[in-house]
């Protein structure tokens, strides 16, 4: 699979990383190990130690925090993946004995990896996502979902939330969103924003309970904003119908999605509300977040991918429904992008070659 590498990928929560751990994970096809140096600042190497390629995420942590050792015949690489340490012989140490190492930091309560050369790594291509990991602990419900699919079937899935109609009916779902028009804004090559709002229809069910007044009519929203490679911000909400928003409930959500492998994706779901704020109303709200994402979203997901298979999405010609606007002008930006970066590498290749 071609990956877009001018981009910022999530590879985790920053507290999925403690000191002193490492971290293996795959993200885009490779194996990486993480861990944080003395000073907290995260490395990521490639997890295959140069010599016999031996994964180093089963080694060690040493030189107090600077460097991995490897499991199998202990050479030590430091977080730029150079190799510090060479217990045979002289001592001396290979010049090949390198492995790859990635850019990487912490933004947001998140881990980020830098998909292209370090050298190019732009901090600016971090969306905002501070309105979500701000929210208090106990309005707060974080997840890490692998699922067996490609990743932009999951992007799908959140820029079309009509599904919650019918997946979710009954928890999520109204019939509000499926009757409302999508309106759709684009914001620029990276970024895409999907809206639908409705006035008169009864709020979802695991709304309609915290609003001031049940079983009455709403004005609702479901916004969704986009940025690639694969971040997803949605807010989702419902007021009695005329009130503020803000007398409403309102939920700010992350949905975060990265390639593991072909066919496999690293999901990742931040979700927080402005109600139902404290210990036991999180413990309660947890189960349905849960359920919702484990026992409905994901097997419909891993389905979708059982019966695409390898076959090219496109290839298939799938039919376009309204609640679809969002997703395909996603998926379109992905593509250019890509796209650019494929027509761009040969260019630079050529550059470089013709360079006195
Ligand atoms: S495989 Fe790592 S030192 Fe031999
Ligand atoms: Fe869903």
Redesign the pocket.
Known sequence: MSHLRHAWYVAGFADELAPGQLLARTLLDEPLVFFRQPDGRVAALQDR?A????PLSAGTLCEGGAAVQ?P????RFDATGACVHNPHGSGAIPRAARVRSWAVLERHRLLWLWAGDAVAADEALIPDLSAVTAAPQHATIRGHQPTACDHRLLADNILDLTHADYLHAGSLGSGAITRAQAEVTDLGPRSVRIRWLSSGDLAPPAFDQHLREQGRPTDQWTEVTWTAPGVMQLHVGATLQGEPRESGVDTCNLHLATPETTGRTHYWYWSTRNFAIGAEANAAIRPLIEFAFSQQDKPMLEAQQRRIGTADFWSLKPVMLAGDAGAVRARRKLDALIGAEAAAAPRAHTEMESTP
């Open positions: 130690c010599h016999r390629f031996a490897c199998y015949h202990g050479l």
